[in-house]
């Protein structure tokens, strides 16, 4: 259970780390103000993504897609407010993409209570 439940926190933290570094550029080259726009639709569909290959994965049963996503929203939306506020540095918002996995696991473990 720990190593699946590593592996969801790699991936999710991984993957949606990627689609916000892959949004925030294409938000920039379409403009400075779409920079955060692509960075936030990168970031949701990197989470969605994550889950969803974290389901095929078999680290996840589908029952728990929804509330895996949505911890895993929670996190994000956390981080996003950690690196706007630290953005002087590239050292806090960095770390603060880890708070995307914990959300997922946090996220798994309340379905699984309220399935058993």
Known sequence: ???KNLLLF???SGLDAVCILLGSFI???ISSIGLFA??????IVGVAAAVWLAVL???LD???YVATFMGGLVGF?????IAVKNLHGPLIPMASVGLIGVGAILGKAVSRKHAA
Do not use: E, P, T, Y
């Open 77 to 81: 939306i956390l981080a996003a407010v």
């Open 57 to 59: 994965l078999h680290l």
């Open 62 to 64: 589908r029952a728990s």
């Open 1 to 3: 259970m720990a190593l």
């Open 10 to 12: 790699l991936i999710v």
């Open 27 to 29: 938000g920039h080259s």
């Open 38 to 43: 692509g960075a936030i639709s990168g970031g």
